[in-house]
């Protein structure tokens, strides 16, 4: 793949059970309700959007986004029903050092079934073998079991302990970093 070409807006995978490809307009619905949903905001530094119109922008600012390779953001699908199950982000790509941070979210009805294990280990697998980045990193707050549970799975290293970089419920918390590079990740270097 010619990455000095590709609009990260054009990327689409796909796994045993999943489709991973950019958002349209047509998501909004379901966009918005994941991202208003107290249980995701909770833990997340996602964008808060008010309204429908203004899910339908962030899609496509995101997408403009993504055309010029400054960020990757993904929606999640069943490949069986169509139904969407939450988005994958890549955002402060660092392209002279070729590390990412990873951000990751998912419908409520849908944790606890693997379905985020396989969405990141399909993307990382690409970002690492056909984007060529070098690092990816994610934090996450150190209360979030759910999101170290996925990390840790994934083979992530903990890195240290931020402090009181989070502010949650208006509560300043501390927050893990963890990261995974492309040799552990792929197991040989390419
Ligand atoms: C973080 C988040 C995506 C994790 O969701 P999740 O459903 O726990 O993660 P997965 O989809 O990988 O599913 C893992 C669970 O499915 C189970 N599972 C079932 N089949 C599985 C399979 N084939 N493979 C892996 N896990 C499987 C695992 O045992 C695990 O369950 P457990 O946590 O009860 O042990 C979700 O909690 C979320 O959206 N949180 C809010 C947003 C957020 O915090 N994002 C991260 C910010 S850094």
Do not use: C
């Not at 290293?157 to 990740?185: V, W």
Request: glycine share 4%.
């Amino acid at each position: 793949m010619d990455n000095q070409k590709l609009k990260y807006s054009e990327i689409s995978l796909q796994s045993t059970n999943l489709n991973i490809k950019a958002l349209t307009k047509e998501n909004s619905s379901v966009l918005f309700n994941l991202y208003s949903d107290a249980n995701i905001q909770k833990y997340t530094d996602i964008e808060r959007l008010r309204s429908l119109s203004d899910t339908q922008k962030f899609i496509d600012t995101e997408n403009k986004e993504a055309d010029n390779q400054d960020l990757i953001f993904l929606g999640i699908f069943s490949r069986a029903t169509k139904d969407f199950l939450g988005t994958i982000s890549l955002f402060n790509i660092d392209q002279k050092h070729s590390f990412a941070s990873l951000g990751f979210q998912l419908v409520k009805d849908y944790w606890g079934r693997g379905i985020m294990h396989e969405s990141l280990n399909h993307f990382i697998k690409f970002v690492f073998e056909e984007l060529k980045f070098h690092r990816i990193e994610a934090q996450t707050y150190i209360g979030n079991e759910r999101s170290i549970n996925v990390l840790d799975r994934l083979g992530f290293t903990k890195e240290g302990q931020l402090r009181q970089n989070f502010l949650i419920e208006g509560k300043y918390q501390d927050s893990y970093l963890y990261s995974i590079l492309r040799t552990e990740f792929l197991k040989s270097p390419l």
